[in-house]
């Protein structure tokens, strides 16, 4: 099962929460984070199972995947240090 993650960053207070990460009951597709270079966000995104990874919010498809286990990374907004918290008892499927 996927879990919940949130995102926010310290410097600008941008965040993005309840974000679904990992896989469902099927193997696919699964959902990714990504960084969305076109409209500079966080979201999360379906990938694999014949889905072109998207960005949720512009709908390009040129987003740079990020591990699902990610910890912190710069903040699309500013470049500041953004931060992701992982809610693991918070499932989905
Ligand atoms: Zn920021
Ligand atoms: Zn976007």
Redesign the pocket.
């Known amino acids: 099962m996927g879990h919940k993650v949130d995102f926010a960053c310290r410097a600008c207070r941008y965040e993005e929460r309840d974000l679904g990460v990992g896989r469902g009951r099927r193997p696919e597709p699964a959902l990714r984070l990504f960084q969305?270079g076109?409209?500079r966000?966080i979201g999360s995104a379906w990938v694999g199972g014949g889905f072109v990874p998207r960005?949720s919010?512009?709908y390009?498809d040129d987003i740079a995947l990020l591990a699902d286990d990610v910890l912190a990374v710069a903040c699309p907004k500013c470049g500041g240090p953004g931060v992701f918290t992982h809610r693991h008892e918070e499932t989905w499927e």
Do not use: V
Request: aromatic letters at 0%; hydrophobic letters at 10%.
């Open positions: 969305c076109n409209c966000s960005c919010l512009c390009h």
